[in-house]
């Protein structure tokens, strides 16, 4: 159980989701891969891909250079994509998708929070055109996810302006602490992945969710809490119980400000410099 409502003297505090298999059991990202495919944006072999990566993603999780191969692949796979496109894709299966799928620990958790008094934030590797309607569909109170490079035409360039990965997303954190006057040391954060380790260490109260191999044995070497999450429910199912109405998700780039963008660049950068 969470502690009891927050005393509204002391600094405000926040919960930081992670999202995929830690709010919902798949992929964000890549379980709109077939409406993409409908909607004529991928082609079949692009659409079996995704759908193996799923599969693998499932299975064991990806680890730091499978990701980085991924984000490759999934950004020269939307160059080109019309983001209004896209935008209407999701919005169209957002409730198909995405509701089902929904863990009922995790949405306990975010009502929870909320009745404490404290701010929900969805924290994404996944593209902010898919991450901030989950994020409304959820209540969450602010969204930080990766964007896109946005061309005039209206179109994916293939860039990455913001990547919410890794050390990014604990600066991230750390931005929104304090710009919306958080206290770490009160805040909470949940994720899957040892990738998110950074985010885990920025806050008080770390939580491993459905770990993979590396971040359990942080968890149990740290003492943090270990949760397993196996019950996705469609969140009309649990009416009345989640009443929480949809809040307006914030965009990365505007919720932390162009110095945590700028950070994530930068780590970027030097880390493909490391590699070759």
């Given amino acids: 159980m969470l502690r009891d409502v927050e005393n509204h003297s002391l600094p ?17 990202t890549l379980t709109f891969s077939k409406s993409f495919y409908q909607g004529g944006l991928i082609n079949r072999r692009a659409a079996l891909r995704t759908a193996y990566a799923q599969f693998v993603f499932l299975a064991g999780g990806l680890d730091h250079d499978q990701m980085e ?3 490759e692949y999934l950004s020269t ?41 404290r701010d ?18 959820l209540g969450a109170d602010r ?28 600066e991230a954190i750390r931005e929104l602490a304090a710009s919306e006057g958080y206290d ?21 109260h770390p939580h491993a969710v459905n770990p993979d191999r590396a971040l359990r044995r ?11 999450f196996r019950r996705p429910v469609p969140l009309k199912k649990r009416l009345p119980t989640f009443s929480v109405p949809p809040r307006p998700a914030l965009v990365a780039a505007a919720a932390v400000g162009a110095a ?10 030097s880390r493909r410099r490391g590699t070759a």
């Fill in 12 to 28: 405000r505090a926040a919960a930081f989701f992670d999202l995929d298999k830690t709010v919902i059991a798949k992929s964000s």
């Fill in 69 to 71: 191969r991924m984000r």
């Fill in 77 to 117: 796979l939307c160059r080109g994509w019309n983001v209004q496109q896209v935008r209407e894709i999701v919005a169209e299966t957002l409730h198909e998708l995405i509701d089902p799928i929904i863990y009922d620990e995790a949405a306990s958790l975010i009502e929870e929070h909320h009745a404490a008094g």
């Fill in 120 to 137: 929900v934030v969805i924290v994404s590797t996944s593209g902010a055109e898919v991450v901030e309607p989950i994020g409304e569909l």
């Fill in 143 to 170: 969204v930080v996810a990766t964007r896109m490079v946005v061309g005039e035409d209206g179109c994916f360039t293939g860039e990455v302006e913001y990547y919410a990965y890794g050390p990014t997303k604990a």
């Fill in 184 to 204: 770490l040391d009160r805040c909470y954060a949940y994720s899957d992945s040892a990738t998110d380790l950074p985010m885990l260490r920025t806050v008080g």
């Fill in 218 to 228: 942080e968890a149990l070497a740290r003492g943090w809490p270990v949760l397993e």
């Fill in 260 to 269: 945590a963008a700028t950070a994530g660049l930068v780590w970027y950068a």
